[in-house]
């Protein structure tokens, strides 16, 4: 099933079109996706007490998904619950198609990589800032990443630090990402309930903070930032930028990448803690890079082990599994039905798995993006960001952090697993996490960065 050409799709519907196969074992998670992809193909049911759910998997259903989107599918109702409880009611409507595409590209400055590559060298202090760690120090990777993250995108994008907002602010993200996507172990907190209600105006409190700083005169030296453009458009249209929607906005960084590079930074740590021969490269390759000065984008672009161990850390513990979808319009897709009032789930990282694609996939392998493999530059074959015209917008500033993070802390500290045997174990709190028990331990400082 895995020749892309020989899977046959059309738009409509045939009373003799068969459904999906329906999966007859209980799992779920991208390991359970593959198994059944390697058994049912690229489409199969999935036996949910209210009803069957829809799988899509594997490189054939990444390529069709990518091509046919605005066809077939819609995502407004699977965000609508997400930003109502963000009180970003408007957004739900240009989820998809044309003005989701207008959405995207009126949003995409913001969030490029352009906008903080020439703050790389506060990139840096930040990180050197909160990672003051010392030797024999425990530190709870986690919660060290989602300070360092914080930082970085309040810092950089919105100029302001996150402060002790930040516990409360976790709390609210993830508790809007529960209950709104289902994902996750529930901690008993709902939109309705006191706490959240608290999270929520601390939150909000934040929010009007970052926007009573920019409005302040005695900050107006400072470098323009993405919550400046939105009051340049509230300048000339007040009616459409009132101040509800401009603290939302002060917020999207925190919103928008906080949750997936923390997660992802954390899980960088632990493969490389555990492939001490790809953290000798990568701790050398950091070294020379320092040694010729400031950390840059070129340097950056250059350093192929730590490119590499980040992109397989997005590979093999990928935060974005797949994503939930509704059919707008029928098709056959595969030889199967697919009805209008379907939702599908699509494993966009099951093709991550698959030894067709990526040689040898459960190991943890750095070489396999550069020449002459370039495993995934196959089609369908790669999608840690999301498909089409849902890939993360802040998935250049999210590559960036993941390297500039590690870099600074293994040039300047020798780490180890705490304790040194710790096998990961994943949490979805809500999205895919190392959990806050994992722990690393600082052997020793290196050097000052």
């Known amino acids: 099933m895995s020749n892309l050409e020989t899977i046959l799709w ?140 914080a930082e970085q995108l309040g810092q950089l994008l919105v100029n302001y630090s996150v402060g002790d907002y930040l516990p409360d602010f976790v709390t609210y993200l993830n508790t809007a990402i529960t209950s709104s996507f289902g994902m996750g172990q529930s901690s008993g907190i709902t939109p309705s309930s006191p706490e959240f209600q608290r999270v929520q105006e601390r939150a909000y409190e934040l929010g009007r903070a970052i926007l009573a700083a920019h409005r302040d005169p005695a900050n107006a030296d400072r470098k323009p930032d993405l919550l400046d453009d939105k009051l340049a458009e509230a300048a000339r249209e007040p009616e459409r930028f009132p101040d509800q929607y401009l603290v939302r906005s002060s917020l999207g960084p925190f919103l928008a990448g906080l949750d997936t590079v923390a997660n992802s930074t954390s899980f960088l740590f632990y493969a490389l803690l555990k492939n001490p021969d790809v953290l000798q490269r990568v701790v050398a390759e950091v070294d020379i890079a320092f040694a010729q000065g400031s950390l840059t984008w070129e340097k950056l672009k250059e350093m192929q082990a730590l490119h590499g161990a980040a992109m397989e850390t997005l590979r093999l513990y990928p935060v974005a599994g797949g994503h939930k979808t509704r059919v707008a319009h029928p098709f056959t897709f595969a030889c199967f039905l697919v009805e209008h009032v379907n939702e599908v789930f699509v494993a966009m990282t099951v093709p ?39 890939t993360c917008l802040g998935a250049g500033i999210a590559e960036l952090q993941l390297m500039v993070i590690p870099a600074v802390i293994l040039h300047s500290l020798q780490l180890e697993l705490d304790p040194p045997d710790y096998q990961l174990t994943i949490v979805h709190d809500p999205t895919p996490s190392p959990g806050k028990q994992f722990k690393i331990r600082v052997v020793a400082r290196r050097q000052d960065a």
């Open 352 to 390: 991550h798995f698959l030894p067709e694609l990526f040689l040898n996939p459960e190991t943890f392998y750095i070489d396999r993006y550069h020449e002459p493999r370039n495993e995934h530059r196959q089609r369908g074959a790669y999608a840690p960001f999301g498909l089409g015209d849902h």
């Open 10 to 149: 059309q738009s409509g519907r045939s009373d003799d079109t068969p459904l999906p196969p329906l999966v007859s074992e209980q799992g779920d998670g991208s390991r359970f996706f593959v198994e059944q992809y390697r058994k049912l193909g690229p489409i199969f049911r999935l036996p949910l007490p209210e009803k069957p759910l829809i799988v899509m998997a594997g490189p054939e259903a990444n390529t069709f998904v990518t091509r046919h989107e605005d066809e077939f599918f819609t995502t407004q109702e699977q965000w609508a619950a997400f930003d109502t409880t963000i009180n970003a009611t408007k957004i739900s409507k240009a989820r998809d198609g044309e003005a989701n595409r207008q959405r995207r590209a009126k949003t995409s400055r913001s969030y490029s990589r352009a906008r903080v590559l020439d703050q790389l060298p506060r990139m840096v202090e930040i990180t050197q800032e909160f990672t003051l760690w010392q030797p024999e120090e425990s530190i709870a990777i986690l919660p060290g990443m989602q300070r360092v993250v």
